[in-house]
Nanobody, 125 residues
Framework: QVQLVESGGGSVQAGGSLRLSCVASGRTSANYAMAWYRQAPGQEREFVAAISRSGGITSYADSVKGRFIISRDNAKTIMYLQMNSLDPEDTAVYYC??????????????????WGQGTQVTVSS
């Protein structure tokens, strides 16, 4: 079992930045592929970014490419999402996810076994 806890959400004006963190605890959590997803009110959960076990491979949704950076510190079992140039359309609850099986990065949420509770990000214009 792996437990995931997100933090770092909040309210920011358009153009600002936030850094989200996802702390993983449990059995060999550093060996898990991980990802960020988000869900805006009334919308389906959507893929944001993913990172491989080693951190050497990353993938981004087109909507955040060039603005968001995903990274991880395996020694501390923490994953980050640096969000820059935030736009009101980035407003959502952000979730981290983990998979003990994936050997690469995928955007399909069904491939991730463990999920955090989410952290709210609100961007005002």
């Amino acid at each position: 079992q792996v437990q995931l806890v997100e933090s770092g959400g909040g309210s920011v004006q358009a153009g600002g930045s936030l850094r989200l963190s996802c702390v993983a605890s449990g059995r060999t959590s550093a060996n898990y592929a991980m990802a960020w997803y988000r869900q805006a009110p009334g919308q389906e959960r959507e893929f944001v970014a993913a990172i491989s076990r080693s951190g050497g491979i990353t993938s981004y949704a087109d909507s955040v490419k060039g603005r968001f950076i995903i990274s991880r510190d395996n020694a501390k079992t923490i994953m980050y999402l640096q969000m820059n140039s935030l736009d009101p359309e980035d407003t959502a609850v952000y979730y981290c996810a983990a998979s003990p099986v994936l050997s690469t990065v995928v955007s399909d949420s069904a491939r991730y076994n463990y999920w955090g509770q989410g952290t709210q990000v609100t961007v005002s214009s």
